[in-house]
């Protein structure tokens, strides 16, 4: 499909522009990240503890954020789980918080008592089933013994409850109720749960109107750890592309290559500095799915010119190069706008789980796309024209 027939745009012409643009933005989020001292980093790279909390209501995030304060959580942040529906928040408290192993424990108590305050902690005497574990069931049962298994023995009472308590919270935990009861009565489609059972539950849980789902707790040094190696791991994917294309093409188009996708990460993060949007590893996972397909998107382009260059045995190079991203251009307008289309939907609908991840990557794509033209063509016109093969002129000559 070709949305344009035979264009003669002369795209070097105009490249200025958009280096002036490249380096206002670059500049701007250095200056950003400066005056932010640092990016801003997520949980899972400045430590601290994640609780995913479902409620049977919607909940009301003023006033969850306004009970936490109260308890001296003032640093904790809330942002919805899932579509509204779900009816979930994730709770966040940050390294201040938690600045050691029991405190990270404690932070996560420490939610799940202002959650107790706010909602109820039911009767008293009764312990919350929502939120209970295995062991708490099984010794309640066991104390209860609805079932008589004790005279067949404490050790097969021990393990009839136990394996009784596993299905039921088990069954508690399974979608759709993921976690979240509204009624022990529903414990009746457990496989062993009888009528006695279901009472003797009753006389010693309560169903509290939210249940913790998930935790997860990240130390500093894990944070520290986390950082690195993601800095790691992107530097290494920029060196393989780098040493790929050297092989493939040559040594000036892996050059341009990682240049143009280096510029690429640096705006990304420069922007998500200027907007104050945390660095998750989610985010880290978008960058580098910027990588490739910025990567992708620049060789296309240097492989046109690498055809036009052997097929065109002699020619001005900047012209050969206008000539073969306008003949990628269709190509490229298909590919980057349905790209787009379709990471723009997961920004607008994909929840807030998503929503970093999804930004990087409507930034990204349209960052990438223009770079490939603006950013890493020129480079290698600018090599080919002081460095290029006869020595002196911007001819291009294949023996």
Do not use: C
């Given at each position: 499909m070709?949305?344009?027939?035979?264009?003669?745009i002369?795209?070097?012409e105009?490249?200025?522009?958009f280096i002036?643009?490249?380096?206002?933005?670059a500049?701007?989020?250095?200056?950003?990240?400066?005056?932010?001292k640092?990016l801003?980093y997520?949980?899972d790279f400045?430590?601290?503890?994640l609780v995913d909390?479902?409620?049977?209501?919607?909940p009301?995030v003023?006033?969850?954020?306004?009970?936490?304060?109260?308890?001296g959580l003032?640093n904790?942040?809330?942002q919805?789980?899932?579509p509204a529906?779900?009816?979930?928040v994730i709770?966040?408290?940050d390294l201040?918080?938690?600045?050691?192993s029991?405190?990270?424990?404690?932070?996560?108590?420490?939610i799940?008592?202002?959650?107790s305050?706010?909602y109820?902690?039911?009767p008293?005497g009764?312990t919350d089933?929502?939120?209970?574990?295995?062991?708490?069931?099984?010794?309640?049962l066991?104390?209860?013994?609805?079932?008589?298994?004790?005279?067949?023995?404490?050790?097969?009472?021990?393990?009839?409850?136990?394996?009784?308590?596993?299905?039921?919270v088990?069954?508690?935990?399974?979608?759709p109720?993921?976690?979240?009861?509204?009624d022990l009565g529903q414990?009746s489609?457990?496989?062993?749960v009888?009528?006695?059972?279901i009472?003797a539950?009753?006389?010693?849980f309560y169903?509290a109107q939210?249940?913790?789902?998930n935790?997860?707790?990240?130390?500093?040094?894990?944070?520290?750890?986390?950082?690195?190696?993601?800095?790691y791991?992107?530097?290494?994917?920029?060196?393989?592309?780098?040493?790929?294309?050297?092989?493939?093409?040559e040594?000036i188009?892996?050059?341009?290559?990682v240049?143009?996708?280096?510029?690429?990460?640096?705006?990304?993060l420069?922007?998500?500095?200027?907007?104050?949007?945390?660095?998750?590893?989610?985010v880290?996972?978008?960058?580098?799915?910027?990588?490739?397909?910025?990567?992708?998107?620049?060789?296309v382009?240097?492989?046109r010119?690498?055809?036009n260059?052997?097929?065109?045995?002699?020619?001005?190079?900047i012209k050969l190069v206008?000539?073969s991203?306008?003949?990628t251009l269709?190509?490229?307008?298909l590919?980057s706008g349905?790209?787009?289309?379709?990471?723009?939907?997961?920004?607008?609908?994909?929840?807030?789980?998503?929503?970093?991840?999804a930004?990087a990557?409507?930034?990204?794509?349209?960052?990438?796309?223009?770079?490939?033209?603006?950013?890493?063509?020129p480079i290698?016109?600018?090599f080919?024209?002081?460095?290029?093969?006869d020595g002196?002129?911007?001819?291009?000559?294949?023996?």
């Amino acid at each position: 499909m070709e949305f344009f027939h035979e264009p003669k745009i002369n795209w070097m012409e105009i490249k200025w522009y958009f280096i002036a643009l490249s380096l206002a933005l670059a500049l701007i989020g250095i200056i950003s990240m400066v005056a932010h001292k640092g990016l801003v980093y997520g949980i899972d790279f400045r430590g601290g503890t994640l609780v995913d909390v479902k409620f049977t209501q919607p909940p009301n995030v003023d006033t969850i954020r306004h009970e936490l304060d109260r308890a001296g959580l003032r640093n904790a942040t809330i942002q919805g789980l899932g579509p509204a529906s779900d009816n979930a928040v994730i709770i966040g408290l940050d390294l201040q918080t938690t600045a050691s192993s029991n405190a990270l424990d404690t932070g996560k108590q420490a939610i799940v008592s202002s959650l107790s305050n706010l909602y109820g902690k039911g009767p008293a005497g009764l312990t919350d089933f929502n939120n209970a574990s295995p062991r708490t069931v099984a010794d309640h049962l066991i104390a209860e013994d609805p079932l008589g298994a004790t005279a067949k023995g404490l050790d097969t009472a021990g393990k009839t409850y136990r394996d009784l308590a596993d299905a039921v919270v088990n069954y508690r935990n399974s979608p759709p109720r993921s976690g979240l009861l509204t009624d022990l009565g529903q414990l009746s489609n457990v496989p062993g749960v009888t009528p006695g059972v279901i009472a003797a539950l009753s006389k010693d849980f309560y169903l509290a109107q939210y249940a913790v789902t998930n935790t997860k707790i990240v130390g500093p040094k894990v944070g520290a750890d986390l950082r690195r190696q993601a800095l790691y791991v992107t530097l290494a994917g920029l060196g393989a592309m780098l040493i790929y294309i050297w092989f493939r093409f040559e040594l000036i188009y892996g050059i341009a290559a990682v240049v143009a996708t280096f510029h690429d990460v640096i705006i990304t993060l420069g922007i998500f500095s200027l907007v104050n949007k945390e660095i998750s590893l989610t985010v880290i996972a978008a960058l580098l799915t910027l990588v490739g397909y910025s990567m992708n998107d620049t060789i296309v382009v240097f492989d046109r010119i690498r055809e036009n260059v052997h097929a065109t045995k002699r020619g001005e190079f900047i012209k050969l190069v206008d000539h073969s991203i306008n003949q990628t251009l269709s190509r490229t307008i298909l590919t980057s706008g349905l790209t787009f289309l379709a990471v723009l939907s997961l920004y607008l609908f994909g929840g807030e789980v998503i929503h970093n991840f999804a930004f990087a990557l409507v930034v990204g794509v349209i960052i990438g796309t223009y770079s490939s033209i603006f950013i890493a063509s020129p480079i290698v016109v600018y090599f080919y024209q002081r460095f290029g093969r006869d020595g002196v002129s911007a001819r291009v000559k294949v023996a």
